[in-house]
């Protein structure tokens, strides 16, 4: 257990980092937010195929934001039950998740059979 828990941390920590780097917590929604370009001076004049060039960049951000977020979760969610009888068991089935399994995806909340369900 305490090696999945290790592999759990530092996958959060990279997780952390990566959204960081896209955008910010936001304490108040309790959600992830993609950052504007707030490096960007008001007072530069912006052509027009600059803005939508910016448009596209904060959409394309924000939708990574959103996967690494949700992998987060995922992340959060296995280190709640790591330690507890419940980590490990398939949301789906209730059956253990298959060591060989959680060796490569320690926070995998199915099973490699519901896995396949699910999809
Ligand atoms: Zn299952």
Redesign the pocket.
């Known amino acids: 257990m305490e090696k999945y828990k290790a592999k759990l941390e530092e996958e959060k920590n990279l997780l952390e980092e990566e959204l960081k780097s896209l955008g910010k917590f936001d304490s108040e929604t309790n959600d992830w937010e993609a950052s504007p370009e707030s490096e960007v001076s008001h007072q530069d004049v912006l052509d027009e195929g600059d803005m939508s060039e910016r448009a596209e960049d904060y959409e394309e951000r924000s939708s990574k934001l959103n996967t690494l977020e949700s992998r987060l979760n995922d992340i959060k969610h296995a280190l709640s039950l790591i330690g507890t009888e419940n980590y490990g068991i398939?949301?789906?089935?209730?059956?253990k998740?298959e060591e060989e399994r959680l060796e490569v995806n320690p926070s995998a909340r199915?099973?490699?059979?519901?896995?396949e369900k699910v999809i």
């Open positions: 398939c949301e789906v089935c209730k059956n998740i199915t099973c490699e059979s519901c896995m």
